[in-house]
């Protein structure tokens, strides 16, 4: 949640590990924020990697230039739009930190996969008449379908093969498909092998295989 002068918020997802960060566009805004529909919040689309800076931390762009800087400064006041919990700083346990510990590696034989051979459209070994599939985009998004419910969010890649990737609202058509859009965002490694796309998930088990469509 970006809470803003607006006396609300605007909703949307990020990712962050190593010194690679990536955030969705909004897809949901409370209060005065979203009187006019969901706004843009373009200067956060522009971050792609963060440092320390003393107790905060600067949003850096593709050029290395500080777009915004982080600070804890307690919590924002609540709004009768929202669940008072919303405006509640969090609790940061070990737990907590334990979700963002970095992944386990690829299983062996699988290798890494870069920026570009991850771009282009990829969909499930088994053909379905419905088209799941999933399309990384040059420009950082991605998009896609499990044959009846759209998918998209922003993506990026770190070392590792590590792959940050945000998701929106999606609807809950059952029809005949598969989840590429919940493969990619349960993913936390990428990988090639052979000509196929590696998925892999937190533990390190294989998620899914795509290939080229």
Same mark, same amino acid.
């Given at each position: 949640m970006l809470w803003g002068d607006c006396g609300g918020y605007v909703e949307g997802g990020w990712e962050a590990a190593g010194r690679a960060f990536v955030a969705s566009d909004p897809y949901g805004a409370a209060a005065a924020c979203g009187a006019a529909g969901i706004p843009e919040v373009?200067?956060?689309?522009? %971050?792609?990697a963060y440092e320390p800076d003393g107790e905060g931390w600067r949003l850096l762009d593709t050029d290395?230039?500080?777009?915004a800087g982080l600070q804890v400064d307690g919590a924002p @006041?609540?709004?009768?739009?929202? @669940? =008072?919990?919303?405006a509640q700083a969090? !609790? %940061?346990?070990?737990?907590v930190r334990?979700?963002?510990d970095p992944p386990a590696p690829l299983p062996d034989g699988i290798e890494p996969a870069a920026v570009r051979d991850v771009v282009g459209r990829w969909e499930p070994d088994a053909r379905h008449s419905t088209d799941p599939h999933v399309v990384f985009h040059e420009d950082g998004t991605w998009s896609g379908s !499990?044959?009846?419910?759209?998918?998209?969010? @922003?993506?990026?890649l770190d070392d590792g093969g590590r792959l940050l990737a945000t998701s929106g609202l999606q609807t809950l058509i059952a029809?005949?498909? =598969?989840?590429?859009?919940?493969?990619?965002?349960?993913a936390a490694r990428v990988g090639l092998d052979g000509g196929r796309l590696v998925l892999v998930g937190q533990d390190g088990t294989e998620i899914a295989r795509l290939v080229r469509g």
């Open positions: 373009p200067w956060l689309r522009a %971050v792609v290395g230039d500080v777009v @006041a609540p709004i009768p739009d929202a @669940a =008072e919990h919303f969090p !609790d %940061v346990t070990d737990d334990a979700a963002f !499990d044959g009846c419910n759209g998918g998209a969010g @922003a993506w990026a029809c005949d498909g =598969e989840g590429v859009p919940g493969y990619v965002g349960s």
